[in-house]
């Protein structure tokens, strides 16, 4: 079974500050997906890293996948209230041995404060 | 173009009764999938559709649940009879393409309490 670790479960921060946010497994994934989910929303796609060593900005935001491909971080820099939200990390294989499905982190929920 | 659609959005139904969830993938979308999150716990598979074929059911907990997808468009997925442990969200996402690199358009999920 494959298991995705995520870390901190929990950041409260003031705006302005930078975080960071981990994900760390055993096993080894074909590609890591970010995704942000808000109350009442289902989750949303933020970027999805496939090679090892990948780094993948989107705007504020700094993804990276390790070279080993068991774990991922995402960093946030000058958080704004507006990044408030649940972040989730999700792992997926290629079809075979897990099919193609994604492996959830539990998340970590952010809340900046102004 | 119009995402995921699932309703309803919230249903409280009684422990051994019956409750049909429904979502309406993106036009286009062949896979479909199923998830849940349960209190506390992380969002975790059910299936797999590819357009009417259920590709992978394997992370369907037990016999009282059934999906189907007829005609490889919208999907329901039916609990019977429902049970307390059955409670939490459950999303709907779908993509045009399953594999590595792609990621998935999900629904806004229904929330299932069972009392």
């Known amino acids: 079974t494959q298991l995705l670790k995520q870390s901190p479960q929990f950041l409260s921060i003031q705006e302005g500050e930078n975080l960071t946010v981990y994900c760390n497994s055993s096993s080894v994934f074909s590609s890591l997906q970010w995704y942000r989910q808000e109350p009442g929303e289902g989750p949303v796609l933020l970027v999805t890293?496939?090679?090892?060593?990948e780094v993948k900005k989107l705007k504020r935001l700094t993804f990276q996948f390790g070279d080993a491909r068991k774990d991922s971080s995402l960093h946030i820099t000058a958080a704004q209230p507006g990044d408030t939200g649940l972040y989730l990390c999700?792992?997926?294989?290629?079809?075979?041995?897990?099919?193609?499905?994604?492996?959830f982190g539990a998340g970590t929920i952010l809340r900046v404060k102004s | 173009e119009a995402g995921v659609t699932q309703f309803p959005s919230h249903s409280v139904i009684e422990k051994g009764q019956t409750v049909t969830l429904r979502c309406d993938p993106i036009s286009g979308h062949d896979n479909l999938y199923w998830y849940r999150r349960v209190m506390g716990k992380e969002i975790k598979f059910l299936l797999h559709f590819v357009k009417e074929s259920k590709q992978d059911e394997s992370g369907m907990p037990n016999n009282r649940f059934l999906a189907e997808r007829t005609g490889g468009t919208y999907s329901t997925l039916k609990v019977q009879p429902a049970e307390l442990e059955d409670s939490g969200v459950y999303f709907c996402?779908?993509?045009?393409?399953?594999?590595?690199?792609?990621?998935?358009?999900f629904g806004s999920g229904t929330r299932l309490t069972v009392v």
């Open positions: 890293v496939v090679t090892g060593g």
């Open positions: 996402a779908s993509s045009r393409v399953a594999g590595v690199g792609y990621g998935y358009t």
């Open positions: 999700a792992g997926a294989n290629k079809p075979g041995e897990y099919g193609n499905k994604l492996v």
